[in-house]
């Protein structure tokens, strides 16, 4: 089997793994179902992470966190560790780092599967906003049928064959 993969023009497949891992930094958004937030972090420093790799200033980086953790309705939680968040805060935590340093593609597996109702359709709702008016791209893993709704073109798996797809 051969083949190549291009993304927005640029054969990753051909990349080192030193250039595809700076490639996938500042490229691809992840959202974990587990959220891999580091414990001894706040929720700002746990978004902020993204950022340092990047030459931006203190106060730029400050405005962005504050803008990212505002979208996901957590300003008022931006001081707080993992521990004192709830699960549904946790996630909104994971979404904001996914989205801090504006990439193009987010990869998400299961982004809702925490969150309570209101807060997984306010969520959907920002990602679909995103992707109509910003132009993201996203690839979501999801057993929530609402979820798998919003988007625009779904891919249903069952053992590993892809059985149908629906645009």
């Known amino acids: 089997t051969s083949g190549?993969?291009?993304v927005d023009g640029v054969a990753i497949h051909a990349l080192s793994r030193r250039a595809l891992a700076a490639w996938r930094a500042?490229?691809?958004g992840y959202i974990?179902?587990?959220y891999h937030l580091v414990p001894v972090l706040t929720?700002?420093?746990n978004v902020e992470l993204p950022l340092l790799l990047d030459d931006l200033k203190r106060r730029e980086r400050r405005e962005k966190v504050e803008?990212?953790?505002s979208l996901v309705g957590l300003s008022d939680r931006m001081h707080h560790f993992p521990r004192e968040l709830s699960g549904g805060q946790?996630?909104?935590v994971a979404i904001a780092r996914a989205l801090v340093a504006d990439p193009p593609l987010l990869v998400a597996d299961e982004p809702t599967g925490d969150l309570d109702r209101e807060s997984a359709d306010a969520i959907l709702g920002l990602l679909q906003t995103l992707s109509c008016e910003q132009g993201k791209s996203f690839g979501m893993v999801t057993h929530d049928p609402k979820?798998?709704?919003a988007a625009s073109r779904t891919l249903h798996?069952?053992?590993g064959q892809l059985l149908e797809a629906v645009s």
């Open 147 to 149: 979820a798998a709704g």
């Open 26 to 28: 500042r490229q691809v």
């Open 90 to 92: 946790e996630q909104r």
């Open 4 to 6: 190549s993969i291009e």
């Open 67 to 69: 803008a990212a953790l």
């Open 32 to 34: 974990f179902q587990l």
């Open 43 to 45: 929720a700002f420093e």
């Open 157 to 159: 798996l069952e053992k």
